[in-house]
C-alpha cells in the first residue's frame, strides 16, 4: 500500500503540537519535515529545535527533508531532535558514502533527493546503501505549487534497485489527480502538504491520496 507522508510545511505553525496530533491521528504513515536554509532554496521555514520540539507528540517516521547547504555540518543535529530517516540533495555534500555511513550509524534511515533536473546517473552508485530516493517534482522551496511529471525518472529508480530494499517518494503538487499518476509510475511514498492540509479532513484526504 502506498505510504502518506504529509509535509507539515503547509501546517497551521501556531498551532504545530495539534496538527502533528491530527495528522498522527488521521492515519499518515511518515511525517516530512521541510528544512530550508535560504541558500540552497529561496526560502527558511525551521530547523531542529521545532523537530525537537514536536517530536514528543507522535511516535510516526520523521521523514526530514534536508533543503540546505553543508549537510555534513548539521546533520548530527537532526539525529538528535530526533529523525527517523535524513533525506539530502546529492549537491549537498563533498561525500555523499561518508555522509551515508555516518547518518546510518547513528540507527537512521539514509534518502537522497533529487530536484526535477538532476538525473538518476547521479546517485546511481549509492543506491544500494540508501534507504529512500526522493523525486522533487516541483523546484525545492515552497508548498503549493504545480506538479512537474517525473515518470521517467521514477521508472528508472524502479527499474535500477529491482531486489533492493529501496523506497520511491515523490514530493510536490500532489493531490487527488497527481497521486493516481504518482501512483501509476510506480512511487512507494507521496508528500503531500498542501493538499492535506489545507483540506477540512485530514483523514479524508489521507484515504484520497492512498486511493
Ligand atoms: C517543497 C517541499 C515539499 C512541499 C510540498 O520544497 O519539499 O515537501 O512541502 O508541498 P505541496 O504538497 O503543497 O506541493
Ligand atoms: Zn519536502
Known amino acids: 500500500m502506498t505510504k502518506i507522508s504529509p509535509s507539515i510545511l503547509s501546517a497551521d505553525f501556531a498551532n504545530l503540537k495539534k496538527e502533528i496530533k491530527a495528522i498522527d491521528k488521521a492515519g499518515a504513515d511518515y511525517i516530512h519535515l521541510d528544512v530550508m ?3 540552497f532554496v529561496p ?4 530547523g531542529a529545535p521545532i523537530i525537537s520540539a514536536v517530536r514528543p507528540y507522535t511516535n510516526k517516521v520523521f521523514d526530514v527533508h534536508l533543503m540546505i547547504e553543508n549537510v555534513d ?3 548530527q543535529s537532526f539525529v538528535n531532535a530526533g529523525a527517523d530517516i535524513i533525506t539530502f540533495h546529492i549537491e549537498n555534500t563533498k561525500s555523499p558514502a561518508k555522509l551515508i555511513k555516518a547518518i546510518k550509524s547513528e540507527g537512521v534511515k539514509v534518502g537522497i533527493a533529487l530536484k526535477p533536473d538532476t538525473p538518476v546517473s547521479k546517485i546511481k552508485r549509492y543506491l544500494k546503501d540508501i534507504d529512500l530516493v526522493l523525486v522533487m517534482s516541483v523546484e525545492p522551496g515552497f508548498g503549493g505549487q504545480k506538479y512537474i511529471p ?4 521514477i521508472k528508472e529508480l524502479k527499474k535500477l534497485s529491482k531486489g533492493m530494499d529501496l523506497e520511491i517518494s515523490i514530493d510536490g503538487g500532489i493531490n487527488d489527480k497527481t497521486a493516481v499518476k504518482a501512483k ?3 512511487v512507494d511514498v507521496l508528500v503531500a502538504g498542501s493538499f492535506v492540509f489545507k483540506s477540512k479532513s485530514y483523514k479524508k484526504a489521507i484515504k484520497v491520496l492512498r486511493g
Not at 43 to 46: L, R
Not at 150 to 153: A, R, S, Y
Request: hydrophobic share 20%.
Open 37 to 39: 536554509d535560504g541558500n
Open 43 to 46: 526560502n527558511i521555514s525551521f
Open 73 to 75: 555540518k548539521y546533520y
Open 150 to 153: 517525473q515518470d521517467k525518472k
Open 184 to 186: 501509476k509510475a510506480g
